[in-house]
């Protein structure tokens, strides 16, 4: 049985005087808009080349399965079936999500607020079953549920197609009954009114951007929804949240480098949107609401204003919220960055990152002191979790690493205690004194030094016999935390080791560190990959030619352009969504995402630079003749955000142009989008089937992993 061949039929385009041929062009079905909402539209020809692929793919790790079959069984084994979240307390009640045995999807639940408490389960109310909605369904995607402030309504988002257009749903508690008002086309999130009896929400367009916020009131057609709030500037994208204190809910703007917040009276839902502070090129902030004993309503702003890169805390009257009187409460560090702050009302909360570790700081109001909530671990992860409540001196956080598994606590911010409200089970056992977590530093090409976190098993030799599976994203200042994942263990107790390089792109050190992986210094990224590898391998921790790179989504583009780049350093590649066509999106303004995302890439259609920038490095248009390692490509057929048209072209044309006798393969999910399988178990068959890979490219197909 041959690999599939695409027939290629070239079509030319000109920007800028520059000339572009694009042989697998005709992969983008014209439909593409429609197939997003049903994919029985899909071209014939286009759906043939697809499931021919999908044919190749099952037949070529053929001989996998039945380790495709025990690394899910394996993985299934560490995951506590009938795990659930620590209730969180709201008034009267706690509410929660919980899995049954076997289930997909879970459920969410709530219980009086003393019985939660006590561990008292006995009154538990099952307030909405997503394993019984999605029953019979091919695709099936709980993307929100939040109860009402009155307690009596539960609203509720579904994707049945993997497109990510959510329908929300509004459920009466006492009877179980859905109303008929059904809300199509949203983003999945939605803020009630402080009465109960309205939604806000997100409606996406056509080209699945979200572009207004509506006003729902319960009971009523959509159809008569209101308008809100409309963005005109199709670069821009809008949501909509609520504060900590529920006072507000925050009309958000924004791209990826600049933001502009409305506020509504959640009291007062039919009232105009005040807004904050008007948009200003390169300016990002984020608001809260305080209203403490004693102090007048202020407004406490994150924001990277007056050259704070790393963010700064401010703070300003609630009667005049514009700029010119904000005021400096926690300043500018340099190296310091602020992720993220939650306001209580007598505390103020900040999560930050320094020397690549995170950390929690509490701030009392009332007389400025402040201390950290920090752990002793080489590398691990850090999450604040804010919950319901506002006037509470409770806070409820996160914590793991790579050898640790999660640990959730209670933490009083007067009395400074911890309380371990839930340690992860790992039925199938775990012992972390059998692996080691490693922070170590590689040098890029230019001096930076790039942090990369390895976990492996004690016995695995460190001479260069090791297979490595590299992982990295580096792209929209998003860090990949240094936690806990029962998945990985299955790769360590094979004898590999597993790398997490924090390249640029991300913000591990700083802002600056996202600064220089992006726009005109996107390559940065790639090239601090290649170093993390070349260092790896130059260590003895493994080899040159025995690391299997594995990324996702824009981490996916980071394959592709290593596979360009350095395909002999590496065994292998997986790119899971992998947006490899980026001069191609970037030049379409009618995509989801494109008129968005030029502020990370560049806008090709109105700069030459820019053009000649992406077109430089740009996977798809950088094949080229030369061996290329085993690449496996994943992709949804309904993703809005990575088309499945990109790795489809990709491989295509890598088949095209490879010198080398490598495995080259690409899996469409025609029954997903972007995330990929929606039930818990289903998600891990498709990590099975990663892993399978990399171990068949490793020569490690044995079924079981080490001895204990």
């Known amino acids: 049985m041959p690999a599939p061949t695409a027939e290629r039929r070239p079509e030319k385009t000109v920007h800028h005087g520059r000339e572009r041929i694009d042989d697998y062009a005709w992969l983008k079905d014209k439909n593409w808009q429609q197939v997003m909402h049903d994919p029985s539209v899909l071209d014939p020809a286009i759906r043939a080349y697809l499931e021919a692929e999908n044919a190749w793919t099952e037949a070529a790790l053929e001989h996998t399965e039945p380790l495709q079959e025990h690394l899910f069984t394996e993985m299934r084994g560490r995951i506590k079936e009938d795990d659930s979240s620590v209730p969180a307390p709201d008034g009267p009640y706690a509410y929660a999500m919980r899995y049954e045995l076997g289930a997909q999807h879970p459920l969410i639940v709530r219980e009086p607020r003393d019985a939660a408490r006590k561990g008292d389960h006995g009154a538990e109310e099952v307030l909405l079953d997503a394993d019984f909605m999605a029953s019979g369904k091919a695709y099936f995607r709980m993307a929100s549920a939040d109860h009402s402030p009155n307690h009596k309504l539960i609203h509720y988002a579904v994707d049945e197609m993997g497109s990510e257009f959510y329908t929300i749903r509004i459920r009466d508690i006492a009877s179980g009954e859905d109303f008929a008002d059904a809300i199509p086309r949203t983003t999945g999130s939605a803020v009630w009114s402080a009465g109960s009896d309205y939604l806000f929400y997100t409606w996406l367009d056509d080209n699945h951007r979200p572009k207004r916020v509506m006003r729902h009131r319960v009971g009523t057609s959509p159809d008569d929804d209101v308008v809100i709030y409309e963005e005109d500037d199709p670069g821009f994208f809008v949501g909509v949240s609520d504060t900590q204190s529920g006072r507000f809910i925050v009309i958000s703007t924004h791209d990826h480098e600049t933001s502009e917040l409305r506020l509504i009276d959640a009291s007062q839902p039919e009232s105009e949107p005040v807004m904050v502070a008007p948009r200003r090129k390169g300016i990002e902030y984020r608001v809260d609401h305080h209203a403490g004993r004693g102090r007048d309503d202020e407004l406490v702003i994150l924001t990277n204003a007056d050259a704070a890169e790393d963010f700064k805390i401010a703070t300003c009257p609630l009667a ?224 040159r030619g025995r690391i299997v790179a594995h990324g996702g989504s824009a981490g996916g583009m980071l394959m592709g352009a290593v596979a360009n780049m350095a395909p002999d350093l590496f065994l292998g590649i997986v790119a899971e969504v992998p947006f490899v066509d980026v001069l191609a999106t970037m030049l379409d303004d009618t995509l989801p995402l494109t008129p968005p995302e030029w502020p990370e890439w560049g806008n090709p259609i109105e700069s030459a630079k820019e053009y000649d920038q992406i077109a430089a490095y740009s996977p798809y248009d950088n094949v080229r003749e030369q061996a290329y390692p085993n690449i496996l490509a994943l992709c949804g057929l309904t993703d809005p955000r990575v088309t499945y048209w990109e790795p489809a072209k990709w491989i295509a044309k890598l088949r095209t142009h490879n010198t080398s006798d490598a495995t080259i393969l690409l899996r469409t999910n025609m029954e997903a989008g972007h995330a990929g399988a929606a039930g818990r178990f289903d998600r891990l068959k498709e990590i099975a089937l990663v892993y399978a890979f990399a171990l068949k490219m490793a020569g490690a197909l044995k079924i079981a992993g080490k001895a204990e």
């Not at 926690?330 to 992720?339: D, Q, T």
């Not at 400025?368 to 806070?395: K, R, V």
Request: hydrophobic share 35%; aromatic share 12%.
């Open 320 to 543: 005049s919220p514009g700029p010119e009187n904000w005021r400096d409460f926690v300043p500018h560090r340099e190296g310091r960055l602020i992720l993220d702050m939650v306001s209580y009302r007598d505390h103020l909360v900040r999560l930050e990152r320094e020397d690549g570790l995170p950390r929690i700081v509490v701030h009392r109001y009332a007389d400025g002191e402040e201390h950290a909530i920090a752990f002793q671990e080489e590398a691990y992860s850090l999450g604040l979790l804010p919950g319901y409540e506002y006037d509470t001196a409770t806070i409820r956080f996160s914590y793991s690493s790579m050898r640790t598994p999660s640990e959730v606590f209670d933490y009083d911010m007067e009395s400074r205690q911890r309380t371990l409200r839930k340690r992860q089970e790992v039925p199938s056992g775990h012992d972390p004194d059998r692996y080691v977590v490693r922070r170590l530093h590689a040098t890029s090409w230019d001096g930076e030094t790039v942090p990369v976190t390895l976990l492996y098993r004690t016995d695995t030799p460190l001479d260069g016999s090791a297979p490595c599976l590299l992982y990295g994203y580096g792209s929209y200042g998003i860090s990949i935390p240094a936690a806990f994942n029962t998945n990985w263990l299955s790769l360590a107790d094979r004898g590999f080791v597993y790398a997490i390089a924090h390249i640029r792109g991300g913000k591990d050190k700083g802002y600056h560190w996202y600064r220089d992986g992006k726009g005109a210094k996107k390559t940065n990224t790639f090239k601090d990959f290649v170093a993390v590898g070349e260092y790896l391998a130059d260590a003895g921790i493994t080899a």
